[in-house]
């Protein structure tokens, strides 16, 4: 199965549909009268689309068990079709589109088997998604520009050449991944002075964003927060509780970071994580949704 580690869990939502054509209207007419010599057709597909809905990881390989907590199975009955529609909702990682098709598909295939013995030519058609809502794509957000973003690596052993600098080119593939151009990145030391110096200096560029990664933890170098905690003209405490949310749910360690993200003027300013690790989370935490912020800078922008 495809890894969904990296990823939020969010409400995700999912309608597919099946379309049940008869060769006959008495066909019809035998399904609302209930007169189906095995039953009531409709009721007992419905009964099977819900328990498809929830067995759908074991018989697609691929698909991850995912706790469902809302299937519904309508009916639009027509003269010589009735098509299925079933919605189903999730709190988790990954979509129930899958879901939704194969209870569709077991809905569809138990009306065709209930109405055989009586209309042999029975046929489904259109097996298909209508819509899902939830995932990535709908939390894009994207501004109508291209953003434009720096990265500065706070490091004493990286400053002085005695390390590598790994979580600063993660962070720079990650944003590029989501459209963001990094213009700059930089390597400074732990220093309390020069990392207020460098915020206000790109301030000054009317950059967009601003990231710095290292030194957010506890030792007595860690500085970065504090720095920044001064200068910043407002924090946005939720995008912090993100990341550590997010971190907390890898690692128990995750509650000893002090990520800060605010903005300094227009300028949105984030403080993460040194380690490689920690970096790419903390990215992966609140990505693509932090993108929102610029459409909304627009917005005020042009009011």
């Known amino acids: 199965m495809v890894d969904i580690t990296p990823k939020s869990t969010t409400l995700r939502k999912a309608i597919a549909q099946a379309i049940v054509k008869v060769s006959k209207p008495e066909t019809i007419q035998a399904i609302k009268n209930k007169a189906v010599p095995k039953g009531d057709v409709l009721e007992c597909a419905r009964v099977a689309g819900l328990f498809a809905a929830k067995r759908t990881a074991d018989m697609i390989p691929d698909c991850h068990p995912l706790p469902i907590e809302f299937t519904s199975v309508s009916y639009e009955v027509e003269e010589m079709e009735v098509k299925v529609l079933v919605e189903i909702h999730t709190i988790y990682k990954t979509g129930v589109e899958v879901e939704a098709m194969h209870a569709a598909s077991v809905v569809a295939l138990t009306m065709y088997d209930m109405l055989k013995p009586i209309d042999k030519g029975v046929s489904i058609e259109q097996i298909k998604l209508v819509e899902k809502r939830g995932g990535k794509s709908d939390r894009q957000g994207k ?110 360690f995750a509650m000893l970071s002090r990520s800060v993200a605010g903005q300094l003027g227009e300028m949105m300013v984030l403080a993460i994580p040194g380690s490689t690790k920690g970096a790419a989370e903390s990215i992966d935490a609140i990505f693509p949704a932090f993108l929102h912020i610029f459409k909304v800078v627009e917005g005020v922008r042009h009011d």
Request: charged content about 30%; overall charge negative; hydrophobic content about 35%.
């Open 143 to 252: 501004p109508g520009r291209v953003i434009q973003a720096a990265i500065v690596v706070c490091s004493d052993t990286i400053s002085a050449g005695k390390g590598e600098d790994v979580a600063g080119e993660v962070i720079r593939k990650k944003l590029t991944d989501w459209g963001v151009q990094v213009t700059q990145k930089e390597i400074i030391p732990d220093d309390f002075d020069l990392i207020q110096k460098q915020a206000k200096s790109y301030q000054e560029q009317n950059l967009d964003l601003l990231i710095f990664t290292g030194g957010t933890g506890l030792s007595p170098r860690d500085v970065t927060p504090d720095a920044l905690e001064e200068i910043l003209d407002r924090r946005i405490p939720g995008i912090e509780e993100a990341i550590r949310n997010y971190g907390q749910q890898r690692t128990p």
